[in-house]
């Protein structure tokens, strides 16, 4: 049974914000959502995007598999018209885990593919393509990357969370060599020729991933960092400026995009309850981004801000707004009513991330009114997430509504909202967090699982679930 997801009507749940002091807006008129919007010179023909959501469904050698081409191809026919491609690592080193995206020309075939056939579907079901755009999220993963950690910096709140050696388990320390300077300088090199291919494939944006701890990141906040890309703020954002400003100067005419944490938070642990808390901490702590170096717990957006506006200036036409870490505060990437089997129980009502998602992308369209902003944290609200987006799009809080879980359950929701249609109760993602568990078993030839909803999309992913369920998680199995 839900713990909080107990709304009937959306009355009930404006209520319940309410009561728990929160600004959480609703509108039944979806009108806001259909409206057009330009990006970079480009149409987009509606206010509906489609989140990253990454699929850990590649074949060995980072190639689109069947299950990326499907999921392409769900997409592009469910009526969205931004469609935000998953994470693709630019560099063999740099993927999170092996069956993750790989851009380099010997995928790049496949990956021009994906392109069409997310096109093919769109037009099949919607009649015309030419107010759609089509991205790819380009990426290192930096202390993530599954086949060996590569540091940015010591982060006394991550560190002893990051397996250096799995033979011997041993967990990363100051002592812990950190990517140098020369090679940041050549995976510069690597960002930009993965644009270049990313754009001839047909791509219409390139995303510079700067989000979820992942490299680029956790660059962001390398203050302890010595040499050109650590200490102030200049050196720490220089790798993406450069970056941005590289690929401006070769694709003048193409729209460059970042998915971007606005603040990182805090790292969490499952307390005596099970619930999460959050990890001790020694202020100032210098390891974090877009919080307070007295408490991590809160958000700081002075310097996203600024960072913003420096990338605004250097081409950066659509942001896409973000928070947390999937490995150590997950609750604040996606608030969730049900933990994957290995995490905590949320430590807050789930509104209450909702909110905070909502009140950091209105600060950061705010500041920027002209600039396409994609908010997060719908997918919880569930039948009443698009009468969410249309009130924050209607108020100037975002451009785009963006859906991520939710797109792995109900991928055509882009279809009925055109319509008017009510969304599938039956496929409406509840937060079981079954796409997370998923992600996080290892245990098959492969060493990942692919991902995707099997409660409501069962016939594909039913028997990978039955597959990955290990000891520890049948009591996961609530459907």
Known sequence: MSRYFKYKKSVQLADDASRLGLAVGLRPDLSPLLEPFGVDGRKVGNRLAVQPMEGCDAEPDGKPGPLTIRRFERFGGGGAKLIWGEACAVVPEGRANP????????????????????????????????DLIVGLQLTHSGRYSFARPILAQHDPLLDPRTVVDKATGTKAGPDSPLISDDELLRLQDAFVAAADLAYRLGFDFVDLKQCHRYLLNELL?????????GGSFENRTRFVREVTGRIREAHPGKIIATRMNVFDGAPY???????????????PVQSTWGTRADDPREPDLDEPIALIGLLRKLGVGLVNVTLGNPY????LLRPFEYPPPDGYET????????????RLTAQIQSAFPDLAVVGSGYSWLQAFAFEAGAANVAAGRATFMGVGRGSLSQPDFGVRVARGEPLDPKRLCRTFSYCTALMRSKHNELGQFATGCPPFDKAVYGPIWDEAKTPSSQDFDRK
């Open 99 to 130: 069956r993750q995206l790989l851009i380099n020309d010997a995928n790049a075939a496949s990956l021009g593919a994906i392109v069409q056939t997310c096109r093919e579907a769109h037009r099949q079901e919607c009649g015309d393509d030419a």
């Open 221 to 229: 906040s390398a203050r302890t960092r010595p040499g050109r890309f």
């Open 269 to 283: 642990q499952i307390g005596p309850d099970g619930a999460g808390e959050p990890c001790p901490f020694t202020s």
């Open 328 to 331: 150590a505060s997950p609750h």
């Open 347 to 358: 430590p807050e009502h789930p509104l209450i991330g909702v909110d905070r998602h909502f």
